[in-house]
């Protein structure tokens, strides 16, 4: 593992064998297994769980409620929705705590891959060996080994060959 001054990891955290880390990353209560990379800037949330041999670029946010299989790769700045109906106050006006909203999960599948500056919404699954295009906004499923792309994602086409 890398460490340096300005990474911030939490004791919950359970981190695999051979996690590679750089600056400036937040991580606590998640898991990330054997031989990931975490990019700088990165911050990842409780809850949420990282496979095998995954890479995670700089400036991605992954929050409770997303898991990420084995060999996916997360592009620069991806970010993850877990609530569909975000909101800072509960009806009398209070700030929102935990209990007053539930998480919606989501599940990248194994080999998948997201581009840079995607905005994946809560409560979809992107299928094994699925592409997602830089700066798609994803809001349904993603069928396995299918590329898509745009706002909301659409497909663009099916990868012909997956071995």
């Known amino acids: 593992m890398v460490a340096g001054d300005y990474i911030r990891i939490a004791p919950d955290v359970k981190l695999g064998r051979d996690v590679r880390i750089y600056a400036f990353v937040n991580l606590y209560g998640c898991e990330i297994g054997d031989e990931s990379k975490i990019g700088a800037f990165a911050e990842i949330q409780k809850g949420a769980r990282i496979g095998k041999r995954v890479k995670v670029s700089s400036h991605a946010f992954i929050c409770e409620g997303v898991t990420i299989e084995d060999e996916v790769f997360i592009g620069q700045g991806v970010v993850f929705i877990n609530d569909r109906y975000p909101q800072a106050t509960t009806a009398e006006g209070a700030l929102q705590t935990e209990t007053d909203w539930q998480v919606v999960p989501t599940l990248v599948k194994r080999r998948a891959s997201i581009g840079s500056n995607a905005t994946i919404l809560c ?33 663009i086409r099916q990868i012909a060959d997956h071995e």
């Open 123 to 155: 409560g979809v699954t992107i299928g094994e060996g699925a592409i997602v295009g830089a700066g798609s906004v994803v809001t349904k499923d993603v069928p396995p080994y299918t590329i898509v792309a745009g706002n909301p994602a659409r497909v």
